[in-house]
C-alpha cells in the first residue's frame, strides 16, 4: 500500500504541474504536491537500499529471494511521474540537476529489477511469477521507453553518455514500434522515434568522447561513419504515409472521423521520425564539420526545416519535436533566407501557447542568448584568441555545459 500512495503522490505531483502551466493552482501547491512526491520516493529507496543486506544466504534452506516492493509496477511508474514536472516547469539549472538525480534514481530501480530476472542463484525466485514485477508487464514496458527517451533528451545538446543502459529498452521498444507500424498505430509516447532516439545516444557518447580525447580524430571518423550507416537504415525502416485523403471512407460519419484521426496521428509520427533522424545527421555532421555553408549540411537543414513545418503545432507529437527544432534553430543564421531565425522563435512561441510548458521558453531564450549570439558566419576573427562561430554550437555547447530539457 505505501507504494501505491506514492504512485498517488508522484502523479498528483505530475497533475499539478500541468495545472501550474494552465493557472488552475498556485506555486504554492504545487511545491507542496512535488516536496510530498519526492519525500515519499526517498523512503522507498531507503527501503531498497537495505535490500541486498537482508538476502538469505545462497545455501539457507527454505528460503526465497524475494523482490522489495520499490521494485514494483507502481514504484517504478511512480519515479517517472517525479520527472514530468521538473520538465514541464522548469525554473533554471538546478532544474536539471534534480531531474539528473531524478533520472538515476529511476534508472536504479530498472537495473535491480532486471538483475533479478537474471540472478542465478540457487534460491526460489517467487516474484518472477508475479505480474507486478515482471520484465513483460506492459505498465512496466511503457514506463522504461519512456525513461529511456527522457534520459536520451537530457544527453543534448552537451552531448554525454545516456544513464540507462539501451540492454534494457531498445529491443522491446523497436519490435513495439515495427508492430504499431504494421497496424498505422505509433507508440503513444516515442511514436515511430524509438531506433532514432537510441542511435543518437550513441551518436552523444562518441561526441563527448572525442571531445573528451578518449577517442581519436580517425577512430571518431569510423564511428561516425557507422552511426550515419545506422541512421539510414533506421530511416529506411520508417513506415509510408497513410495517404489519410484518399484511405479514409466517407460513408459512416462517426467511424470516418475516428478513422481520419488515427491516420493524421500516424502521418505526424512519421513525420517527427524523419526529423530526428535529420536533426541526428546533423548533429553528428557539426561535432567536427563547422563550415556553415558545408553543402551535404545544408541540404540535411533545408530538408529539416521542410518536414518541420509539416507538424501540427497543436497535435500530441509536437511534444517530442523540440530536438529537431533545436536543431534547426542552431542552424538558423542571419545570412541564410532560407532557414530564417525568426521563423523558428514563432514556431516555439505557438508551441508554448499550445502546451504552457516552460522547457519550450528555456529552449527558445538558450538559441536567443546562447546560439545566435555567436558570431555570425561572415565574421573573420581578427585576433588570435579567435570567436565562436554558430556553426560549432555541438562543440560550443559541450565546452560551456549547454544543459536543456528537451523532452
Known sequence: MGHRRMALRAMLANAAAHQLCNGGTSDSTFM???????????????????????????????????????????????????????????????????????????????????????????????????????????????????????????????????????????????????????????????????????????????????????????????????LSFQLDQAV???????????????????????????????????????CHGLANRIFLLRATNHEWQAPEIYALCCQLSTYVSRIPVDSAVVAIMLWPIWVLGCESYTTTPDLPRERVATLLEVIYEHQRMKNVLLCLGALKQKIWSLASPDVRCASGLGTALQSSWVQYCWQNGIRLLLA
Open 32 to 226: 507542496l504536491a512535488q516536496r510530498k512526491a519526492i519525500k515519499a520516493q526517498r523512503l522507498s529507496l531507503e527501503e531498497l537500499a537495505t535490500y541486498d543486506a537482508h538476502l538469505p544466504n545462497r545455501g539457507e534452506q527454505g528460503k526465497d529471494h524475494n523482490l522489495p516492493s520499490a521494485l514494483d509496477d507502481d514504484a517504478i511508474v511512480a519515479s517517472l511521474f517525479l520527472l514530468g514536472p521538473e520538465i514541464i516547469h522548469p525554473t533554471d539549472e538546478i532544474s536539471f540537476s534534480k531531474t539528473q538525480s531524478l533520472l538515476k534514481g529511476a534508472c536504479f530501480l530498472v537495473s535491480k529489477r532486471h538483475e533479478y530476472f537474471t540472478c542465478k542463484c540457487s534460491l526460489d525466485h517467487p516474484a518472477r511469477l508475479d505480474p507486478c514485477y515482471k520484465l513483460e508487464s506492459p505498465l512496466f514496458q511503457h514506463a522504461v521507453r519512456t525513461l529511456a527517451y527522457t534520459d536520451i533528451m537530457c544527453c543534448v545538446p552537451c552531448a554525454k553518455a545516456p544513464i540507462l543502459d539501451k540492454s534494457y529498452w531498445l529491443d522491446e521498444a523497436i519490435k513495439a514500434t515495427r508492430r504499431g507500424a504494421e497496424v498505422l498505430r505509433p507508440d503513444i509516447d516515442l511514436g515511430y522515434c524509438a531506433h532514432m532516439f537510441s542511435i543518437l545516444g550513441y551518436c552523444t557518447s562518441a561526441i563527448d568522447q572525442l571531445y573528451r580525447k578518449d577517442v581519436s580524430a580517425f577512430e571518431f571518423n569510423e564511428i561516425q561513419e557507422t
Open 236 to 274: 529506411r525502416s520508417i513506415p509510408d504515409y497513410s495517404n489519410v485523403l484518399t484511405t479514409v471512407p466517407s460513408t459512416f460519419a462517426r467511424e470516418s472521423a475516428y478513422e481520419t484521426e488515427r491516420l493524421f496521428a500516424h502521418d505526424g509520427c512519421v513525420t517527427a521520425a524523419i
